[in-house]
């Protein structure tokens, strides 16, 4: 369970967030829509410790965030796959699978756990000793997903997962994230601009305008609102 | 010919010491994006308490495992007290803190040892070997220094390659928010890296301080040479640095022989120069051009 | 509209140079000791050859760790040109080594216009290293490790027979400092200067504004070298042996030290750097000196405060003295809500960013 209350946080005189409250529960995908420029980047990296916050509280499974060293939130369980992705180029594919398992699992867990990976994603196998940079946008999603979903994160953090993509594989990258959340005691948080394709597969939904929370309800009813829809989502 | 053959063995082995420098410089480099200027100093002091500790009697061996040691913990607490602080601030501060960092230890070696240069003790023989009934410029000592850096960029590469230490480290230098964002705990990894870097550079000064006037100053030439080498291999790559190093050293090895040794140092300038003006980022760079 | 207000800045520039020599006028003739008249002189030097070093590195972005080789050819076509004409006018001897160093920079600013960052100080830091070894193996020419003697010039005839030659020398260099500081400030401030600080924020965004990226490169390159030249020159007259040892890569160092310790991209702080060169040897030479120590332990001591100066001052002030003093006089500002906006001082530290 993540619990966020009244987060602000600002870039010099830029407010970014202004008392940001919202909750996402396990086994659940919330999604977090908005324009360009709402926030939803920002809360991300407040939660993952990047983005030192101004007041407020991040809580998950009852654990203060706020404060933590971003690798000490990692190693809260918490995966964070950021904008443009985030995949090391310089480290081949299994390293950069073999990277997010050094801190959490043990060395036969370790080598199972990848190819476990190689087994969700098939594509990837050809690469697995080549550096990640000849990937090409599909594969990069690929990999970054597995490389979060390697470490067996309690709270995962997507930030615009289907950014580049085609709508087939967003369809497909979609599907796989409810498979995977669903039935399971991990915590989803979604970013995306693509609010249709979020919404069908979230069910909360918290919109951020100008960085603030103007909606915090079932996804269903965010998606069957219209007026809502054609003011803040574009669709 | 044999002159050749001499001039050339002469090369490999001052290339072998420029190489250990030049390693230190590109492992601080890529993981902080610091040209570190003091690395050559560090060298220095660690090689004067060497000294300090063969006079009191200690062994050979014993004396290079403590000054290796020493180097280590003396990269640490660099990394640590003087450029932690400055993260993320202008870029020249950093070379400015190295700088003085220089200035400050060969300020306290010349205070504690005076600024006159002294003999310091090889551990082999410094002459010649004889090939069949010639006698080549190649001593066991040369081949105890040829020996302990290939020990060097042996173990260097293993850990890089073969351990999940150096993953890390390698993840780090590359992408130190995404390796955070992965559990990574790269402060640490940080400071292990100065602290390596040390223990390299002070391979290098306890190896050359035997066939170099030892005094407080006598790293100084050649940082400038692991400097050159550094750079002409891309400053990121160590394999790009030990290339570039011997061929540094071949490069002022004849230069010196044909030329005059005191053109030495042009001659690396030179090729520095060729080098740079063909490829400006280096031979064994990823051709990736970074802003910095 | 604009150019008038270009003209009143070149105007008030202009008054406050004038003014500034006359106060150096009389403070080297009625106020300063012949020794306190030599070490301003050297700091006039070092202030020259930083100003253009603040111009390259501090507002063009470009970094050189071979700012002393520069000084060095200006030094030498000096002290060459004295042993071939000792007749020419001083005048003359500092043009000549503007020139050529200008030329140099040229040289060296085509080369580093194709590096960047790292590769740059990695190239410059070698030509530190490499030219002295030029005049150490073409001794015919230039002496040699002895190096050239270069007669002190001697004052005109009508300042009087007792006029001594080190207070002419004084009177120059700060002379040849007032106008190098006129020029450079109004080049700061003008077109040059904006097109300068556009390369060095952002490349592209200066090229996608028609900026021709190298052409500026070395445009800075060349005005800094010739600075150097200048001081090299002036360098040459108050040391009186141009030698190679005179031209070590510390001096290179130092160079850079002092206008990042000042203040960098500031003129000012090119001034403040270069004091600190000169007077914190002298004082800590002065006091280690007055404490009785061993030879060893008193010819390092300066030194190693030095080092402790440099690293502590960039850890307390991380954009330098000059940085350091602008934010404590904004502060003040603050506190005191009723004085006065900004001066009019034409060296302004202005932020690095
Ligand atoms: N590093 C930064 N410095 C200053 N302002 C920033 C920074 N990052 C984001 N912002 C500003 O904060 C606001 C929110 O940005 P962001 O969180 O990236 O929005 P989103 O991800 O919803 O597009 C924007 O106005 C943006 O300009
Ligand atoms: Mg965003």
């Not at chain 1, 203060?64 to 443009?84: D, F, M, Q, S």
């Not at chain 2, 490999?12 to 040209?35: Q, S």
């Not at chain 2, 291999?233 to 490069?251: F, M, Q, T």
């Not at chain 3, 003359?92 to 085509?110: D, F, H, K, P, R």
């Amino acid at each position: 369970m993540l619990e966020v209350q009244e987060l602000s946080v600002s870039y010099g005189a830029v407010h970014a967030l202004t008392a940001v409250t919202f909750a996402a529960t396990p086994g659940a995908i919330t999604a977090v829509l908005g324009a360009n420029g709402a926030g939803k980047t920002t809360l991300l990296r407040s939660i993952s410790g990047l983005v030192k916050t101004q007041s407020g509280s991040i809580r998950f499974n009852g654990q203060e965030l706020v404060g933590k060293t971003v690798e000490g939130i990692a190693r809260c369980g918490v995966a964070h796959v950021p904008e443009g992705r985030g995949i090391i180029e310089e480290l081949t594919v299994e390293e950069n699978l073999r990277l997010a398992t050094l801190w959490c699992l043990g060395r036969r867990e370790r080598e199972r756990a990848i190819e476990e990976t190689f087994a969700l994603f098939p594509r990837l196998t050809g690469f697995r000793r080549r550096h990640a940079s000849i990937l090409s946008g599909g594969e990069r999603q690929m990999l970054v997903i597995g490389r979060a979903l390697i470490s067996r994160p309690q709270l995962l953090l997507l930030d615009e997962p289907s950014l580049g993509l085609a709508p087939l594989v967003t369809a497909g990258l979609m599907a796989l994230l409810r498979d995977h959340t669903v039935g399971t005691d991990m915590t989803v948080v979604l970013v995306e601009q693509n609010a249709r394709s979020a919404l069908s597969v979230s069910q909360r939904a918290v919109v951020l305008n100008l960085g603030e929370v103007v909606v915090n309800d079932a996804a269903d009813v965010v998606a069957a609102d219209s007026n809502l829809r054609h003011h803040y989502l574009g669709f | 010919m044999g002159l050749f053959v001499n001039i050339t063995l002469d090369g490999i082995t001052n290339g072998m010491v420029f190489a250990a420098l030049a390693l230190a410089l590109v492992l601080i480099f890529r993981a902080t994006k610091i040209l570190n200027f003091a690395q050559g100093a560090m060298a220095m002091m660690t090689t004067f308490i060497g000294f300090t500790l063969l006079n009191r009697g200690l062994g050979y061996w014993w004396a290079l495992v403590a000054v290796l040691a020493i180097a280590f913990v003396l990269g640490a607490l660099v990394e640590r007290v003087l450029i932690r602080p400055l993260q993320g601030k202008s870029e020249l501060n950093p070379v400015i803190v190295t700088i003085g960092l220089l200035v400050v230890l060969e300020g306290l070696a010349g205070a504690i040892y005076g600024n006159s240069s002294r003999g310091f003790p090889p551990a082999y023989s410094q002459s010649g070997l004889t090939i069949g009934h010639t006698k080549i410029a190649f001593s066991h000592f040369d081949i105890f220094i040829l020996v302990a850096v290939l020990v060097l960029m042996v173990g260097t590469l293993a850990l890089f390659r073969a351990t999940t230490l150096g993953l890390r480290m390698r993840a780090s230098a590359f992408s130190g928010e995404i390796s955070r964002l992965l559990g990574v705990r790269v402060g640490r990894l940080l400071t292990l890296g100065w602290a390596l870097a040390g223990v390299a550079g002070a391979l290098a000064g306890f190896l050359v301080a035997p066939t170099s006037s030892f005094s407080p100053y006598f790293m100084d030439l050649i940082l400038v040479y692991a400097f050159t080498a550094a750079v002409i291999g891309g400053l990121e790559s160590p394999v790009g640095a030990v290339a570039g190093a011997v061929g540094v050293g071949l490069a002022l090895s004849y230069v010196s022989g044909y030329i005059g040794s005191d053109l030495a140092p042009l001659g690396g300038f030179v090729i520095l120069i060729v080098v740079l003006m063909l490829r400006p980022q280096g031979l064994f760079s990823f051709g990736r051009q970074r802003q910095v | 509209m604009r150019a008038t207000l270009r003209n009143s800045t070149l105007v008030r520039h202009g008054l406050f140079f004038l003014a500034l020599a006359v106060v150096l006028l009389v403070l080297t003739s009625f106020v300063f000791d012949p020794y306190t008249n030599y070490n301003v002189t050297e700091v006039a030097i070092y202030a020259i050859c930083t100003a253009g070093l603040t111009v390259l590195t501090g507002i063009n972005g470009q970094v050189s760790l071979g700012h002393g080789a520069l000084m060095m050819i200006g030094a030498y076509t000096t002290s060459v040109l004295l042993t071939w004409h000792p007749d020419l006018p001083l005048i003359l001897m500092l043009l000549a080594s503007i020139a050529t160093t200008g030329v140099a920079g040229a040289i060296v600013g085509l080369a580093g216009a194709r590096l960047r960052g790292p590769y740059l100080a990695g190239a410059t830091l070698a030509l530190a290293v490499a030219l002295p070894q030029v005049p150490s193996h073409f001794a015919s020419v230039f002496g040699g490790n002895q190096g050239l003697n270069v007669p002190t010039p001697s004052p005109p005839a009508f300042l009087g027979g007792d006029f001594s030659p080190e207070q002419w020398l004084a009177w120059i260099t700060l002379a040849a400092a007032v106008i190098t500081f006129f020029v450079l400030a109004n080049l700061v401030r003008g077109a040059t200067g904006r097109r300068f600080r556009m390369v060095r924020d952002n490349e592209v965004a200066a090229r996608l504004s028609g900026i021709d990226v190298a052409r500026t490169q070395v445009l800075a390159y060349i005005i800094s070298a010739a600075c150097a030249g200048l001081a090299g020159s002036l360098f040459a007259y108050w040391v009186t042996v141009t030698s190679p040892s005179g031209f070590s890569l510390n001096l290179s160092l130092s160079l850079l030290t002092a206008i990042v310790i000042g203040g960098l991209g500031s003129l000012s702080g090119a001034v403040i750097g270069s004091f600190i060169l000169v007077y914190l040897p002298v004082w800590t030479g002065g006091f280690a000196s007055s404490l009785n120590l061993s030879s060893n332990v008193a010819n390092n001591v300066p030194l190693a405060i030095y080092g402790i100066v440099l690293i502590v001052a960039i850890l307390v002030f991380p954009r330098g003295i000059a940085g350091g003093i602008a934010s404590i006089a904004r502060g003040a500002a603050r506190v005191i809500p009723s004085s006065r906006g900004p001066t009019a001082l034409p060296a302004a530290p202005e932020s690095s960013q």
